[in-house]
């Protein structure tokens, strides 16, 4: 698949082309309609602009249409020349073999691999806000912060365990005081990209209440820098992640992804390792990795009018 698929001369075959590129636009157009995946992409564009961490990686339907089979065969003889590639091996197999055969697809072709690069900044002096108004029943709210972390930082399981007391579990303070005792919106969570210290907040919202809930949002926020979060919140969120950095070795397809997204990283931890490293997160730590999040984005999407 990766070093002899099939050719036509100099291009690969238009028709087989042709049924990749539909599929691919019925891909981006099907993201469009979930609305939920819809606000989250473009709150990372708007946070993310002029990088290319803030372009959708399947591309637009302009794009799409665009490409040529020729266009294709060009980029996957680039891609052979300058990617970066990691292999991963999981299960009952020979990793010396696998290497050797990959070794010997290799030596034909003038590897120039490209460096990986990722940049840090940190949040706005004055944040971003924007709304959007689209014929939805459901608005959403998405807020974007950003940390200035890296995934090597020795703070960064203080900060996972952070971002679950914040916005993690049933115990957290978005699901428990937002969405369950204040009802301000239908769900409300918080996630991290920790290779671009990013971190978000989604929740669906009425319209009349997605003010009311933004605010208390960033209140729960100011409370978690304050560092008032119980005995309870902690302890569950530390168990609820190394539950869930444990069940890595259930799966190997798991494993596979836990390994390959550590490609850009020079410490190749082990989810064992990581576990161990939260088990050890002190309450003071949490309360620093909480004070170093900052708000760099607000993006509304809300119902329109109907005339």
């Given at each position: 698949?990766?070093?002899?698929?099939?050719?036509?001369?100099?291009?690969?075959?238009?028709?087989?082309?042709?049924?990749?590129?539909?599929?691919?636009?019925?891909?981006?157009?099907s993201?469009?309609?979930?609305?939920?995946?819809?606000?989250?992409?473009?709150?990372?564009?708007?946070?993310f602009?002029?990088?290319?961490?803030?372009?959708?990686?399947?591309?637009?339907?302009?794009?799409?249409?665009?490409?040529?089979?020729?266009?294709?065969?060009?980029?996957?003889l680039y891609?052979?020349?300058?990617?970066?590639?990691?292999?991963?091996?999981?299960?009952?197999?020979?990793?010396?073999?696998?290497?050797?055969?990959?070794?010997?697809?290799?030596?034909?072709?003038?590897?120039?691999?490209?460096?990986?690069?990722?940049?840090?900044?940190?949040?706005?002096?004055?944040?971003?806000?924007?709304?959007?108004?689209?014929?939805?029943?459901?608005?959403?709210?998405?807020?974007?912060?950003?940390?200035?972390?890296?995934?090597?930082?020795?703070?960064?399981?203080?900060?996972?365990?952070?971002?679950?007391?914040?916005?993690?579990?049933?115990?957290?303070?978005?699901?428990?005081?937002?969405?369950?005792?204040?009802?301000?919106?239908?769900?409300?969570?918080?996630?991290?990209?920790?290779?671009?210290?990013?971190?978000?907040?989604?929740s669906?919202?009425?319209?009349?209440?997605?003010?009311?809930?933004?605010?208390?949002?960033?209140?729960?926020?100011?409370?978690?820098?304050?560092?008032?979060?119980?005995?309870?919140?902690?302890?569950?969120?530390?168990?609820?992640?190394?539950?869930?950095?444990?069940?890595?070795?259930?799966?190997?397809?798991?494993?596979?992804?836990?390994?390959a997204?550590?490609?850009?990283?020079?410490?190749?931890?082990?989810?064992?390792?990581?576990?161990?490293?939260?088990?050890?997160?002190?309450?003071?730590?949490?309360?620093?990795?909480?004070?170093?999040?900052?708000?760099?984005?607000?993006?509304?999407?809300?119902?329109?009018?109907?005339?």
């Amino acid at each position: 698949l990766v070093f002899e698929p099939i050719k036509d001369g100099d291009s690969f075959p238009s028709d087989i082309i042709e049924d990749e590129k539909r599929l691919l636009k019925e891909r981006i157009e099907s993201e469009q309609s979930d609305k939920r995946r819809y606000a989250l992409s473009k709150c990372e564009e708007i946070m993310f602009s002029g990088e290319a961490y803030g372009k959708n990686c399947l591309g637009t339907v302009e794009e799409v249409s665009a490409l040529t089979a020729k266009d294709i065969y060009s980029e996957w003889l680039y891609l052979l020349k300058s990617s970066v590639m990691q292999v991963t091996a999981v299960g009952s197999c020979e990793p010396e073999f696998i290497k050797e055969l990959l070794l010997k697809k290799l030596a034909g072709i003038k590897r120039e691999p490209c460096e990986i690069k990722t940049e840090f900044f940190a949040g706005l002096p004055k944040p971003n806000y924007v709304c959007e108004t689209q014929p939805v029943k459901q608005g959403k709210l998405v807020m974007g912060f950003r940390t200035g972390m890296r995934d090597k930082d020795d703070n960064q399981s203080a900060m996972r365990v952070a971002v679950d007391i914040f916005g993690g579990g049933t115990y957290s303070k978005l699901f428990s005081i937002v969405r369950e005792k204040m009802s301000l919106c239908y769900y409300c969570s918080a996630s991290s990209s920790r290779v671009k210290g990013l971190i978000t907040v989604e929740s669906g919202v009425e319209e009349q209440n997605a003010e009311k809930a933004e605010k208390e949002i960033s209140e729960q926020l100011e409370i978690m820098k304050k560092g008032e979060f119980t005995d309870f919140e902690f302890s569950s969120s530390v168990k609820s992640l190394r539950d869930s950095l444990n069940s890595y070795n259930d799966s190997q397809p798991l494993l596979d992804l836990w390994y390959a997204l550590k490609a850009v990283n020079k410490n190749l931890y082990s989810p064992e390792d990581i576990a161990e490293k939260i088990s050890a997160v002190t309450r003071d730590e949490i309360i620093a990795a909480a004070n170093g999040i900052k708000l760099h984005t607000v993006y509304k999407l809300l119902p329109k009018e109907e005339k």
